[in-house]
């Protein structure tokens, strides 16, 4: 079974830089995809950014040039850097992967990281 463990979240002021990071441990896995997914009062889960195995990034259209999805395959480790912070961004940022383990597929979360952004 695979852990994600999250840090970085905290407040910041309106314009400001955060920058995100999430380790996965465990044994006998293979991460395909990492990305980051947020939650903001009384909003659904939405996809922030993704990255692919093969290095191919997405981003959700309003973050487009301000957020940047990393990953590190030697660490087990997915990054985003977050400039020009609004406090719309204000969330609960939570880590996702989809691994390979004994052929199979399986999807992991963090426990989320508080992000405010304030005005």
């Known amino acids: 079974q695979v852990q994600l463990v999250e840090s970085g979240g905290g407040l910041v002021q309106a314009e400001g830089s955060r920058r995100l990071s999430c380790a996965a441990s465990?044994?006998?896995?293979?991460?395909?995809?990492m990305a980051w997914y947020r939650q903001g009062p009384g909003k659904q889960r939405e996809l922030v950014a993704r990255?692919?195995?093969?290095?191919?990034?997405r981003y959700l259209e309003s973050v487009k040039g301000r957020f940047t999805i990393s990953r590190d395959n030697a660490k087990n480790a997915v990054y985003l850097q977050m400039n020009s912070l609004k406090p719309e961004d204000t969330a609960v940022y939570y880590c996702?992967?989809?691994?390979?383990?004994?052929?199979?597929?399986?999807?992991?979360w963090g426990q989320g990281t508080q992000v405010t952004v304030s005005s």
């Open positions: 996702n992967i989809d691994y390979y383990s004994d052929s199979y597929y399986y999807t992991a």
């Open positions: 465990g044994s006998r896995f293979s991460i395909d995809t």
């Open positions: 990255v692919d195995s093969d290095g191919t990034t």
